[in-house]
């Protein structure tokens, strides 16, 4: 038996019982990974804020080719006006050059009358031949500056139009002139172009945009 009043070391009690109205109990926190930081979203303004509803839809049907195509190349006469044809032509030319060789007689006969003589047959053909031309030129001129038709076209119902169905003006019959004295100098090429136009046209009808018809403007 031991003496005394000693007793057996205790160990102390590490946690206090929480029913006993001590302490609660120590809980060492866990510390988890950190959390990432989120960077705060773009402040947009508010006229930007369109909500799903109010964004209008675009709808396409099929896709849109940047390529343009190139319209169908115009043809050369605009109006619905008829190009006279080569024979309704000749016969409009063939009456001008009747008034021509009339104007050409009258005025030989004037030199001749006068007692103008010329010895030399050569001299007297070129001088015939330049005044014949110098008629023409003043005849077919006349018409152009006055404004209107020939008598050989007035003669035959043909008009001159431009390619859009107008009168021409002045100097659109002016360059019509120059042009057809170009078709006739170079042979008579420009004047037989009508031949193998498509739209029986010569040269002097391309190049002062005019072309004869027998349809009369405003009828």
Excluded at 11 to 33: D, N, R
Excluded at 102 to 114: K, N
Excluded at 117 to 137: C, D, F, T
Excluded at 158 to 180: E, K, M, N, W, Y
């Amino acid at each position: 038996m031991i003496a005394g009043n000693s007793r057996a070391p205790r160990q102390p009690a590490l946690f206090t019982p929480y029913e006993m109205g001590g302490e609660s109990p120590k809980v060492i926190p866990f510390a988890g990974p950190p959390a990432a930081k989120r960077e705060p979203a773009p402040k947009v303004p508010r006229r930007q804020r369109i909500t799903e509803a109010e964004q209008p839809s675009l709808s396409f049907s099929r896709p849109i080719s940047s390529r343009r195509h190139a319209p169908p190349a115009d043809p050369t006469i605009f109006c619905d006006a008829r190009v006279a044809s080569p024979a309704h032509r000749s016969l409009a030319a063939a009456i001008d050059l009747t008034m021509v060789a009339v104007s050409m007689a009258i005025l030989l006969s004037i030199f001749y009358i006068i007692g103008a003589r010329v010895e030399s047959p050569k001299l007297a053909s070129i001088l015939a031949g330049a005044g014949a031309a110098l008629v023409a030129l003043f005849y077919y001129a006349f018409w152009a500056i006055v404004g209107t038709e020939t008598i050989g076209m007035r003669w035959t119902g043909l008009r001159i139009l431009t390619f859009d169905g107008c009168t021409p003006v002045r100097p659109q019959r002016l360059a019509r002139l120059a042009s057809g004295l170009l078709g006739l100098i170079a042979g008579g090429l420009g004047i037989l172009w009508i031949l193998v136009d498509e739209e029986q046209l010569a040269w002097h009808d391309h190049i002062s945009k005019t072309f004869p018809s027998p349809d009369i403007p405003g009828r």
